[in-house]
């Protein structure tokens, strides 16, 4: 069973920066392609960014391309999402997800609220 906590969340001015981190436990961390997703408020759950198990080939949203950044340390069993340039749209809860052969793992979420 894995276990999956973010955290880095907070309240930011436009045009800011913040860093989240998912920390993950109970499961090898580096046989899980990782991703963020986010939910706002009235809103499905959408996919933000996305990392392979090594952490060579990582994937984005078209909203978020070019200002976020997902990153991984395998050595820490965490994976991190470096977000700057922030906008009033990007408000919302922040969930770290691991990939399984036979389901996903979801943290709890973290949230984010960029003020304009």
């Known amino acids: 069973q894995v276990q999956l906590v973010e955290s880095g969340g907070g309240l930011v001015q436009a045009g800011g920066s913040l860093r989240l981190s998912c920390a993950a436990s109970g499961g090898t961390f580096s046989s899980y392609a990782m991703g963020w997703f986010r939910q706002a408020p009235g809103k499905e759950r959408e996919f933000v960014a996305a990392?392979?198990?090594?952490?060579?080939?990582?994937y984005y949203a078209d909203s978020v391309k070019g200002r976020f950044t997902i990153s991984r340390d395998n050595t820490k069993n965490t994976m991190y999402l470096q977000m700057n340039s922030l906008k009033p749209s990007d408000t919302a809860v922040y969930y770290c997800?691991?990939?399984?052969?036979?389901?996903?793992?979801w943290g709890q979420g973290t949230q984010v609220t960029v003020s304009s």
């Open positions: 997800n691991a990939k399984a052969i036979l389901r996903d793992y």
């Open positions: 990392i392979s198990r090594s952490g060579g080939n990582t």
